[in-house]
T-cell receptor, first 116, second 115 residues
């Protein structure tokens, strides 16, 4: 069974702090994603990565950066946290289909981040 | 970029009735359409997906239909049960085979099945 593990379930930080959200998957998936989930706004893609050291901006990358030094780990970084970054953050992973097609996303349990 | 509209935002049905959730998309190049279910306090999970080379796909009580001309797709749940209560998200993506993995999600539909 695929496991996508996010390091924290709940996190409280102060405005201006640097925040690291960690995500690890155990299925050797090529693709990893960071979404944020807000009530009434659905899931919005922040960044994704399709290979080690590769990253691509999603729909809302402003205020975030990412790091993928190892295949199994994808980190989301808030350089200077702000109150509008209070949200549920979901990590996901997927393997690449045989012809590079989209395949099923496996989500982590999420990190509820509160920035005070 | 792609824009996905999902309706309704909330839906209440009696147990045993059918539920239908509709989504429209803007980019005619989109060709992969998954549906995710998120129960309260849990992670989203894929329940069914469809690619644009088919018009309908069924899995027991769940079916998805796709109308490429009108750029809309729908989730149909028959004989609803209380455990179907959840938030459902549709999504669309260009499945180009060239490493394009950016799914755009709808805003979600909260389905409540009343016993």
């Amino acid at each position: 069974d695929v496991k996508v593990t996010q390091s924290s379930r709940y996190l409280v930080k102060r405005t201006g702090e640097k925040v690291f959200l960690e995500c690890v998957q155990d299925m050797d998936h090529e693709n990893m994603f960071w979404y944020r989930q807000d009530p009434g706004l659905g899931l919005r893609l922040i960044y994704f990565s399709y290979d080690v050291k590769m990253k691509e901006k999603g729909d809302i990358p402003e205020g975030y950066s990412v790091s993928r030094e190892k295949k199994e780990r994808f980190s989301l970084i808030l350089e200077s946290a702000s109150t509008n970054q209070t949200s549920m953050y979901l990590c996901a992973s997927s393997f690449e289909g045989p012809t590079g097609t989209n395949e099923k996303l496996f989500f982590g349990s999420g990190t509820q981040l509160s920035v005070l | 970029g792609e824009n996905v509209e999902q309706h309704p935002s909330t839906l209440s049905v009696q147990e045993g009735d059918s539920a239908v959730i509709k989504c429209t998309y803007s980019d005619s190049a989109s060709n992969y359409f998954p549906w995710y279910k998120q129960e309260l306090g849990k992670r989203p999970q894929l329940i069914i997906d469809i690619r644009s080379n088919v018009g309908e796909k069924k899995d027991q009580r769940i079916a998805v239909t796709l109308n490429k001309t009108a750029k809309h797709f729908s989730l149909h749940i028959t004989e609803t049960q209380p455990e179907d209560s959840a938030v459902y998200f549709c999504a669309a993506s260009i499945d180009s085979g060239a490493g394009s993995y950016q799914l755009t999600f709808g805003k979600g539909t909260k389905l409540s099945v009343i016993p």
